[in-house]
């Protein structure tokens, strides 16, 4: 069921197709020179409907690539001519149209993490008091991190017949929980969020009230290390 509009959240903050998709490689640990375009597809596509559920908006780059993933997908399904020269095979692969791609922005990611980690003026080295930040040996977390926790918590909960009644809970309701766990415990697993909502609606609720706390810069969402678990700390 959907949440009353004023408490829907809104936010732009997704990097784009591509870095999904590479989220979804490195999360499955596939040879980008080698993708099972079936399994992508089929995650990718899933993916998509859990943003849509979850009232967040999709850039139509996002239907773009699905559109070209299903693509790709129709051309791998077609018998192919055995090919004399195994670079010609490579050429003629329909997976190449990602795949350089995907190994671009992993080039860049890799030299955006290289950089962050050197002293930045307001992050690390201060002329004034400045807020708490991060510690700068940890990653920001992406939102496909988080929407990868919200749906291996929701795998674990069996869907609840559909019902058409008024929302059980708010997401202010929630906020106010997390804050009151964060305030005794200032740094928490994500999962530690989860453990005590009783339906699939009340996680729902509760990612939601999550992405809003970390709109406004009440928390900081990071990891140790790429795909390692995710934390909140209170800022």
Known sequence: MSMPEEYIVKTPAFEGPLDLLLHLVR????????????????????????MKALDLDIAGEYLVMAAT?????????????????????????????????????????????????????GRDVFVAPAREVAPHDEISV?????????????????????????ARYLIQEKIAEIEALL????????????????????????????????????IILVQAEPLAEVEVLKR
């Open 27 to 50: 999360k499955n640990k596939l040879n980008i020179f080698d993708l099972p375009i079936s399994l992508i597809t089929e995650q990718y596509l899933a993916y998509l409907e859990m």
């Open 69 to 121: 993933l299903l693509y790709i997908k129709s051309q791998m399904l077609l018998p192919r001519p055995e090919e004399d020269s195994p670079q010609e095979e490579n050429i003629d692969d329909p997976r190449q149209e990602i795949v350089e791609p995907l190994l671009a922005l992993a080039k860049y990611q890799k030299a955006a993490e290289i950089l962050w980690k050197r002293p930045i003026l």
């Open 142 to 166: 992406s939102l496909f991190e988080l929407l990868s926790a919200l749906k291996e918590v929701l795998g674990r909960k069996p869907p609840a017949p559909l019902e058409v009644k008024r």
């Open 183 to 218: 305030k005794d415990s200032p740094r928490m697993y994500l999962k530690e969020f989860f453990k005590k909502a009783k339906s699939r609606e009340e996680a729902i609720t509760v990612f939601l009230a999550l992405l809003e706390l970390a709109q406004r810069g009440a």
